[in-house]
């Protein structure tokens, strides 16, 4: 009898947002979805792993991240422009 093939733990429990599920997200956050959009292909060509290569488990954790990453550098422009 043949073993049974696993998939790499990796692959088990992980299952990738679809882009509506991002896009929804940065709505509710008030984001625009270009910006959702753009967080979605980013992650997806680097196979939801983080810059260090390692498997991102939460995607919303990274999309806070990112947003948050927005709105620090929107103000930090719209304070320059003041001045």
């Known amino acids: ?8 733990a990796l692959f ?17 956050k008030g984001i625009p979805h270009q910006e959702a959009e753009d967080f979605y ?3 997806e060509n680097r196979h939801w ?12 954790t990274a999309a806070y991240q990112w947003i948050a990453s927005i709105l620090k550098t ?3 422009c719209l304070q ?3 001045h």
């Open 1 to 8: 009898m043949q073993k049974k093939i696993q998939p790499p």
């Open 12 to 28: 088990v429990h992980h299952v990738p947002p679809k882009v509506e599920e991002v896009k929804g997200y940065f709505i509710q």
């Open 49 to 60: 792993t983080s810059r260090k290569g390692s498997f991102i488990k939460n995607w919303r």
């Open 80 to 82: 320059e422009a003041r």
């Open 41 to 43: 292909h980013v992650y």
């Open 74 to 76: 929107t103000s930090h």
